[in-house]
Nanobody, 124 residues
């Protein structure tokens, strides 16, 4: 059973940067594809980025491509989301997730483990 705990959220001005972290415990972290999602009030959960356990490739949503970077440290059992050039529309709760699925990138339903999320607020 994998537990995921996000950190690093907060309030930032438009154009600023934040780095989110997601610490995993309780499982073999290296076997999981890790993903980041976000959910804004009144909106559906949105996929942002994914990285397989090898770290050799990544997948991004068009809305964040070129601004966000996902990475992982399998020694620290941690996945990161570096967010640059933030916009007010990036305001949401950001959640990390873990998948043992074999498709790439995993379908949302293949993510079996979810964190509680961290709030990111971007002011204009």
């Amino acid at each position: 059973q994998v537990q995921l705990v996000e950190s690093g959220g907060g309030l930032v001005q438009a154009g600023g940067s934040l780095r989110l972290s997601c610490a995993a415990s309780g499982g073999t972290f290296t076997y999981y594809t890790m993903g980041w999602f976000r959910q804004a009030p009144g909106k559906e959960r949105e996929f942002l980025a994914a990285i397989p356990w090898t770290g050799g490739r990544t997948s991004y949503a068009d809305s964040v491509k070129g601004r966000f970077t996902i990475s992982r440290d399998n020694v620290k059992n941690t996945v990161y989301l570096q967010m640059n050039s933030l916009k007010p529309e990036d305001t949401a709760v950001y959640v990390c997730s873990a998948s043992r699925g074999i498709t790439w990138p995993p379908r949302e339903y293949e993510y079996g483990y979810w964190g509680q999320g961290t709030q990111v607020t971007v002011s204009s």
